[in-house]
């Protein structure tokens, strides 16, 4: 049997979501609207900021969603779900309101990714896929826009697809690559699929299959003239790998008039080999040849690199990237924050932690984002309830969520909602962003981010603070459920 043909991915969903909406049905929640958040607690190696990612997915799984007789007849076949629930699967179908924040923004932590309005059922069934679309794109376009930065403008090329986990990872993972500014990917179905540039030329297997390594090199830029990068570290970067490379350059391509060529190391000491490496194409006349360099890069090998002022014109990042390898979970959670009685009044819901972190934000609600208008940099971020409106022609002080002694008052500032709105009553609302626009929109928007923000060790703490109704309201929740916990006398 082809599993993978038979796959729903309606059924992608952890088992216990199923128990509570057969729950749910039993005891009449069903139908009860609720609010759910999907938000993170902190962003991955420290850093200072994230890259939202994995919108489109969660979109083309809504759109999809439902459940095949062969789902049902499993779900029978365990043994404990009523009739009345397998007969609502038959026919279900996702019939709430979405608003997600736009694929390739900068987010921070507790703000609210993506926010779902939906009968319990339906809210409770999607956990899961939101969770993983959300939580592995975003993990690896923040990976990728540390990568990025690192490099100080050279290009990266994602190089991952056999280290990562699983064929959707590596697919997806290129995806969530790109729009965080990588120049292209080696996973070929990510650029027939997505339009991710597909890059790569040749293995040390090509040159050990030849005779030699300068007739590797030759047949290589006969049959690529306009492609030739060469893999240079095969036996001896410096004493044969350039040389014959120069040779085959002179013997190949200088006839035809090209001088844009390229070679690539993947091993050894990378400082100081295409220091001489440069030096060597230099003399030879070979000025444009680019040098790449793969090999286990991350972003502080790549920063140590330039800084120990290696000749490099363009990186290969492979399982470092693709894996997230420093910190490979990005640790987004999706919880109830309000439900809706039937008069349309929206009662909040909060979590209680001893872990102070996990404490959840309650309520409906929507994220301003202040940017200076002299400058046009991002200023803080701020949570209100969504029905709430900020009025940016007046001064504003906010608080530091981390440190609440520490205040600034905003002055000559506009407002953004990031929250947008893309499924109403089960219908799509949203016009989806091709990728090129999505890569786009994420550079413009992490140019609004202070330095200090994006710094990769101890980064400036970028201020998301609550409204003071939705921070009286969270206030009064903790009170009461302090002292619902202490015994009665």
Known sequence: MDVRSKQNLSMLCDFYELTMGNGYLRT?????????????????????????????????????????????????????????????????????????????????????????????????????????????????????????????????????????????????????????????????????????????????????????EYEAFRSYCRLYPTNAVLLVDTYNTLKSGVPNAIRAFNEVLKPLGIKKCGIRLDSGDMAYLTQQARKMLD?????????????????????????????????????????????????????????????????????????????????????YRFYGRDNGKALADYLALSDETVDDRKDLTIFDPNNTWKRKTLTNFSARELLVPVFRGGKLVYDLPDLEEIRAYCAQQLDTLWDEVKRFENPHGYYVDLSQKLWDIRNDLLINARNSQIPEE
């Open 28 to 212: 009449d929640y069903g139908d009860k609207i609720c609010y759910f958040d999907l938000f993170f607690r902190q962003v991955p190696d420290g850093g200072g900021y994230a890259i939202a990612a994995g919108l489109e997915q969660v979109v083309d799984y809504i759109s999809g969603l439902h459940f095949d007789p062969e789902d049902i007849d499993y779900l029978r076949g365990r043994g404990i779900f009523c009739e009345e629930f397998l007969d609502y699967l038959r026919n279900f179908r996702f019939t709430g309101d979405i608003w997600a924040v736009p694929e390739g923004t900068p987010v921070f932590p507790r703000e609210p990714l993506i926010t779902v309005r939906a009968p319990a059922i339906q809210a409770q069934l999607v956990e899961t896929f939101l969770l993983l679309a959300v939580n592995h794109q975003s993990l690896i376009a923040t990976k990728a826009s540390r990568i990025v930065r690192a490099a100080k403008g050279r290009p990266v090329m994602e190089f991952g697809s056999r280290r990562a986990q699983g064929a959707d990872a590596a697919i997806l993972g290129a995806r969530a690559a790109y729009i965080a500014g990588c120049s292209g990917t080696a996973c070929t179905i990510s650029d027939q699929l997505y339009g991710v540039k597909a890059l790569g030329t040749m293995a040390h297997s090509w040159v050990q299959m030849h005779d030699s």
């Open 283 to 367: 003399e030879a006349g070979w000025t444009e040849c680019t040098i790449t360099c793969s090999n286990s890069l991350d972003e502080y090998l790549i920063k140590d690199l330039l800084q120990q002022g290696a000749s490099i014109d363009s990186f290969g990042v492979g399982e470092r990237l693709i894996t997230a390898r420093s910190e490979p979970v990005f640790g987004g959670v999706y919880k109830l924050v309000a439900v809706e009685r039937p008069d349309g009044e929206i009662v909040p819901k909060i979590k209680i932690s001893e872990n102070v972190q996990k404490i959840t934000v309650p309520h409906f609600k929507k994220i």
